[in-house]
């Protein structure tokens, strides 16, 4: 069993940086692959970043590569999202989770989800 909770969604202006956590609890963490997803208002859950159990593979939709870094720490069973050049379309609630490889996590086939954290980017 993994629990995962989110962190670090806020309120901040397009172009500025926001940068999630997730902090997963359960001794199992380092065999999961993680990522996070998003949900804006009115739409369907998106894929947004994923990256393997080990970090080698890291993974991005193309309406944020470039701008988003996802990374890991196993010490402290933490994935975070740096989030830059932030743009109102950006504007969702975001879920981190938790998926047997990164390619069920791109396809949102996870076996864990957060609770989300709402981020909002004003123009």
């Known amino acids: 069993q993994v629990q995962l909770v989110e962190s670090g969604g806020r309120l901040v202006q397009a172009g500025g940086s926001l940068s999630l956590s997730c902090a997963a609890s359960?001794?199992?963490?380092?065999?999961?692959?993680m990522g996070w997803a998003r949900q804006a208002p009115g739409k369907e859950r998106e894929f947004v970043a994923a990256?393997?159990?080990?970090?080698?593979?890291?993974d991005y939709s193309m309406s944020v590569k470039g701008r988003f870094s996802i990374s890991r720490d196993g010490a402290k069973n933490t994935v975070y999202l740096q989030m830059n050049s932030l743009k109102p379309e950006d504007t969702a609630v975001y879920y981190c989770?938790?998926?047997?490889?990164?390619?069920?996590?791109?396809?949102?086939?996870?076996?864990?989800w957060g609770q989300g954290t709402q981020v909002t980017v004003s123009s």
């Open positions: 990256i393997s159990w080990n970090s080698d593979i890291t």
């Open positions: 359960g001794r199992t963490f380092s065999t999961y692959a």
């Open positions: 989770a938790a998926g047997p490889n990164y390619y069920d996590v791109r396809r949102l086939r996870n076996d864990y």
